[in-house]
């Protein structure tokens, strides 16, 4: 990559999640790394460069649409890395993903939108292998803690069998983008039907999909499921549509490394007994609930008005105190058992999800020669893999392997 001005451009600079990484690279990006702040409002950006601080103070701004092809090029242009959090993705992200693809700019996203990422995937892999960028897709909490605790497992334990994320314990609100994604993607099925085919398969997002090994029916948790060996009842993980599909992409980007017998699924735990088979049997029932009523006009109706609007957020407190603990549990061939322990804090979809795309940010523009040797259409564990944990775990988040 030829010296340009700047190191990284953090594009979306001014909504929600953007601002909270715009403080986030304020505090903890080392000196001397040149952050431009991109967006579509020099008003709104120099209000919130105003606002950060003087190490921030030069940090130069870059007005660009997200529709303006012309504008993001140049942009592209002046950065080795673009970390975007303007979404929904599959709506304004593809001219972003494709000049990037295209000038050799490394790109982060915080998308969790298997259409999107399909569509990247299929128009911009081999030009981003022909440039030398990693498009880097789901550096927030969908799906860094799941992509790269499976690497982990893997590079202690080798071959992985069944492989289970159980989300224990987690306090946030429900993220806005992740919202308006969702609506995105219900009205996208509800017009083009055949749609439904790539949302539904497993292995949507693989490079080879002739290619994956038949494991019989995989697919998520739907109802509630009892695990005497962890005592507590399973119900389903709302995530888990976008997660699992992105970790399977992992294990073919690295010729299935984890396993042709590697079976991965993700759930939430909700305790043992009566109580946690209600409260499991409930999350189960909500959320295609949820799916149906965005997708008929009378409930999509009041849902609209009902449902907390794109660009709004959590409360400072609950930035500061939410937070998340997973385990990975895996089995090896031999029998071997293991487990990750995965851990943050910070509101999973802001405060976490905001050290996640920084420190992603910083890894492809500063790592650059301990990163994994490979260029297009990456995830986190193949893009940049254990040198990404080790920077969260600088940062104070936990990613510790061990036998089960």
């Known amino acids: 990559m030829t010296e340009r001005d700047l190191d990284l451009v953090l594009y979306g600079a001014t909504g929600f999640v953007g601002k909270l990484t715009a403080e986030y690279l304020a505090r903890s990006a080392p000196d001397g790394v040149r952050i431009g702040l991109g967006g579509r409002s020099q008003a709104k950006l120099e209000r919130l460069r105003s606002g950060l601080g003087a190490r921030a103070v030069d940090w130069p701004l870059l007005i660009a649409d997200s529709q303006d092809a012309a504008a993001l090029k140049e942009l592209a242009e002046r950065t080795n890395v673009v970390a975007t959090t303007v979404g929904p993705y599959r709506k304004y992200g593809v001219p972003l993903a494709q000049v990037c693809a295209e000038t050799g700019t490394h790109y982060a996203d915080l998308n969790g939108e298997p259409l999107f990422m399909r569509e990247v995937i299929s128009r911009f892999d081999d030009v981003a292998r022909g440039s030398g960028a990693r498009i880097v897709h789901n550096c927030g909490f969908d799906s860094i803690p799941s992509d790269l605790g499976v690497l982990l497992l893997h590079e202690a334990a080798g071959e992985l069998e069944e492989t289970t994320l159980v989300v224990r314990r987690v306090k946030g609100g429900f993220s806005c983008g992740t919202l308006d994604s969702l609506k995105g993607t219900v009205d996208e099925a509800r017009s083009d039907r055949s749609l439904l085919k790539v949302l539904g398969d497993p292995y949507a997002l693989s490079p080879d999909r002739a290619a994956e090994p038949s494991l019989g029916r995989e697919g998520d948790l739907r109802g509630a499921e009892h695990s005497s060996e962890l005592g507590t009842w399973f119900g389903p993980f709302v995530m888990a549509a976008v997660n699992t ?156 392997v061990s036998p089960a």
């Open 245 to 400: 599909r992105v970790v399977r992409r992992s294990n073919a980007l690295q010729g299935w490394a984890y396993g042709r017998r590697f079976r991965y699924r993700e759930v939430m735990a909700f305790g043992d007994g009566l109580p946690g088979r209600l409260k499991a049997l409930g999350v189960a029932a909500a959320m295609p609930s949820l799916t149906v009523g965005l997708a008929l006009p009378p409930t999509r109706f009041v849902l609209d008005r009902l449902l907390p609007d794109p660009g709004e957020g959590p409360s400072d407190d609950m930035i500061r105190n939410g937070f998340y603990e997973i385990e990975i549990h895996a089995r090896t061939p031999a029998g071997e058992r293991w487990v990750c322990r995965v851990a943050a804090k910070g509101d999973p979809g802001y405060g976490a999800t905001a050290v996640l795309l920084g420190e992603s940010a910083l890894c492809l523009a500063l790592d650059a020669d301990r990163l994994p040797d490979r260029a297009g259409v990456l995830t986190p564990a193949t893009g940049m893999g254990s040198v990404l944990a080790e920077r969260l775990r600088a940062a104070g988040q936990t990613f510790d």
